[in-house]
């Protein structure tokens, strides 16, 4: 859905945004005309009508194009899968979502919080009853990408009225309610254009029609829950693959064009390491495509019976297989296209930046390996074994 002559205008312009750590404005009017924030809002209800799978395949184009831009808007892409997904799941309470989307609306995702590893399953975030079925929600936020233009943003927190019975309270709050701070402190190594801003919470209310959902913490197969965790998961994976894709075809444009005095003037290209070098990272990149298809495909279909207790590290590991293998073609790339690709006017040298944010998206290499461990083994007993 995203032409060659959008996506060219949109890479002119990620250098500038990322040297003056400033906000892709005219990319979001862009992609507003473009359809990009309707695009996966069913047919029925006005929008695009387009699957996971086939959004996967817009953010990686999106994300070879600026990687910020891509990253940024991901999160409002995220919650229109969510509530396609919850509404497969048979639970209806996040289509205000596509709603809010085709009268223009901008989401963002107020999730992550310092020091919480345990992310969805767990907040230290307060989350007060207001006795008609809403909420107001206290405590930091960080990473929130977007954070200059979103009009809605979906967070949660925990409801500790019960301490002995808390509540997770999964909810969405307006920009123009109020109720709290963005601090301007996003300077970072990469993804500069994405403004991730910290998001301090001091009331900012979710009336009861704005309420996703509400359960105890911790992993279930509890619509918003996984709706989350599965659209997250796939199309973050397909950003930072689409960053690979791009730094992939620089490095074979820039040796086919470099050459060599040692080889009397002969291409790069021709070169037996830098087309070990590519091709490496090609045969690595060609590996993800598919599995990012698959998972997608799995969860525009949803059938709880396809992975079982296999959904979330399924999941969780093709995120960091993605991102991991995108750093791995990013590097690969850089060396194979040499010197000049160090340059910060290199756009090889942005991707590198860009690129290695994808290590802090949950889920990480750890709770990776831990689910799996849990899912092939069972719980952790005791080790060693008393005598």
């Known amino acids: 859905m995203l032409d060659d002559a959008l996506l060219d205008r949109i890479r002119s312009r990620a ?48 994300a070879g194009a600026a990687p910020a831009t891509a990253l940024t808007f991901n999160m409002h892409q995220i919650w229109v899968g969510v509530a396609n997904t919850m509404a497969l799941m048979g639970d209806d309470r996040a289509d205000f979502l596509l709603d809010a989307a085709m009268e223009g609306e901008i989401f963002a995702f107020g999730i992550s919080e310092a020091g919480n590893d345990l992310v969805l399953f767990g907040s230290q975030i307060e989350a007060r009853p207001d006795d008609e079925g809403g909420f107001s929600f206290h405590g930091t936020k960080i990473f929130t990408s977007g954070s200059p233009a979103w009009t809605m943003l979906g967070t949660y927190g925990q409801d500790n009225t019960d301490p002995e019975n808390p509540k997770s309270v999964y909810g ?60 997250f998961e796939i199309l973050v994976a397909a950003v930072y693959t689409g960053i690979a894709r791009r730094a992939l075809d620089l490095a074979i444009e820039t040796v086919q064009k470099r050459t060599s005095r040692a080889a009397g003037g002969a291409p790069y290209s021709n070169d037996p390491a830098i087309r070990h070098r590519i091709a490496s990272a090609a045969i690595a990149l060609d590996g993800i495509a598919p599995q990012l298809t698959s998972l997608a495909d799995d969860v525009a279909s949803f059938q709880p019976e396809r992975h079982g207790a296999l959904w979330y590290p399924k999941l969780s590991a093709l995120k960091v297989r993605a991102t991991e293998v995108a750093k791995d073609v990013v590097e690969e790339a850089i060396r194979s296209a040499g010197g000049p690709s160090y340059y910060s006017s290199n756009e090889l040298s942005r991707l590198y930046r860009d690129v290695l944010a994808g290590i802090f998206h949950p889920s990480d290499d750890e709770s990776l390996h831990n689910a799996w461990a849990n899912a092939m083994l069972g719980p952790v007993q005791e080790w060693p074994p008393a005598e």
């Open 15 to 62: 250098a500038a945004v990322d040297r003056e750590n400033g906000f892709p404005w005219e990319d979001l009017e862009d992609l507003k005309a473009a359809g990009y924030f309707t695009a996966m809002v069913p047919a029925e209800r006005g929008g695009g009508g387009l699957t996971l799978t086939e959004m996967t395949e817009v953010q990686q184009r999106l």
């Open 172 to 231: 969405f709050v307006r920009r123009d309610g109020g109720g709290f701070e963005i601090r301007e402190d996003w300077d970072t190594l990469g993804m500069r254009g994405s403004q991730s801003c910290t998001t301090i919470l001091d009331g900012a209310h979710a009336p009861a029609d704005r309420i996703l959902g509400i359960f105890p913490p911790g992993p279930a197969m509890e619509p918003v829950l996984f709706g989350i965790f599965a659209n």
